[in-house]
């Protein structure tokens, strides 16, 4: 094996996790509100797609600024990659330091419930169906990972299941949780405290707090200790 492939892994600082929330320019809050007077809601959302994909510093400020118009509640420092997008923002309540990456798309519902702590980081490409969601503080949210809010009951058996009732369930996310790549959360599942969750499981039961679950479908595997190698989401 050559030198190259040999090398051990590296130990750094994590970024988003230990960084002080910034604080917003002194004028958004302002603009926040003409652009919630001017526009409206719906105005608000095709002024979104002008500023959804681009990468300047422009597009990044409209992108938190009409975030913030949006949303029930929304602190400081928030970040929003582009192609982030988002349905019924108005139920969401967004904590301080919290960053969401390219792509991302958070479902709400215009009677639901969307509660993000604080110093969340949520990674490019996730779903979060965010109908009945509440993600507590410092979770690390991977690239790719998803949450299923809801499934059809398919009942009765006679019409098309796509068309038969949807029942909404809670999804809960404890504080301190790493959800690895790609991984898929099931309706009416709490991830505990502390948690990891293992890249590409696929959750269907409660997780324990501060264990470590993966598989499909996800297993419990051991307790998290002070001397835990595993890697954490940034």
């Given at each position: 094996m050559?030198?190259?492939?040999?090398?051990?892994?590296?130990?750094?600082?994590a970024?988003?996790g230990r960084?002080?929330?910034p604080?917003?320019p002194?004028?958004?809050?302002?603009l926040a509100?003409?652009l919630?007077?001017?526009?409206?809601?719906?105005?608000l959302i095709?002024?979104?797609g002008r500023?959804s994909?681009g990468?300047g510093?422009?597009?990044?400020?409209?992108?938190?600024?009409?975030w913030?118009?949006l949303a029930?509640?929304?602190?400081a420092?928030?970040k929003?990659?582009?192609?982030?997008c988002?349905k019924?923002?108005?139920t969401?309540e967004?904590?301080?330091?919290?960053?969401?990456?390219?792509?991302?798309y958070?479902?709400?519902r215009?009677d639901?419930?969307?509660?993000i702590g604080?110093n969340?980081?949520i990674?490019?490409?996730?779903?979060?169906d965010?109908?009945?969601?509440?993600?507590?503080?410092?979770?690390?949210?991977g690239?790719g990972?998803?949450?299923l809010?809801?499934s059809?009951t398919?009942?009765?058996?006679?019409?098309p299941i796509?068309?038969?009732?949807?029942e909404?369930?809670p999804?809960?996310?404890?504080a301190w949780?790493?959800?690895g790549?790609?991984v898929t959360?099931?309706p009416?599942v709490?991830i505990g405290k502390?948690?990891?969750?293992?890249?590409g499981?696929?959750?269907?039961?409660?997780?324990e707090?501060?264990?470590?679950?993966?598989g499909?479908?996800?297993?419990f595997l051991r307790w998290?200790?002070d001397t835990?190698?595993?890697?954490?989401?940034?």
């Amino acid at each position: 094996m050559s030198a190259d492939f040999a090398r051990a892994a590296r130990v750094v600082a994590a970024v988003h996790g230990r960084q002080e929330t910034p604080a917003d320019p002194g004028y958004q809050a302002g603009l926040a509100d003409e652009l919630r007077q001017t526009y409206g809601q719906a105005g608000l959302i095709e002024l979104y797609g002008r500023f959804s994909a681009g990468d300047g510093f422009i597009d990044a400020l409209m992108r938190k600024t009409i975030w913030q118009s949006l949303a029930r509640r929304c602190g400081a420092g928030l970040k929003v990659g582009s192609g982030a997008c988002f349905k019924h923002a108005e139920t969401f309540e967004i904590g301080d330091g919290v960053f969401i990456g390219a792509q991302a798309y958070i479902q709400g519902r215009y009677d639901g419930t969307c509660i993000i702590g604080n110093n969340v980081w949520i990674g490019p490409q996730a779903f979060l169906d965010a109908r009945d969601l509440v993600m507590e503080d410092y979770v690390g949210w991977g690239p790719g990972a998803k949450i299923l809010g809801s499934s059809h009951t398919g009942i009765p058996i006679d019409v098309p299941i796509v068309r038969t009732d949807l029942e909404i369930k809670p999804v809960r996310i404890g504080a301190w949780a790493d959800i690895g790549t790609n991984v898929t959360i099931l309706p009416g599942v709490t991830i505990g405290k502390g948690a990891i969750v293992g890249a590409g499981a696929v959750v269907v039961s409660d997780v324990e707090p501060f264990s470590v679950v993966a598989g499909v479908p996800a297993k419990f595997l051991r307790w998290r200790t002070d001397t835990d190698p595993t890697p954490a989401t940034p």
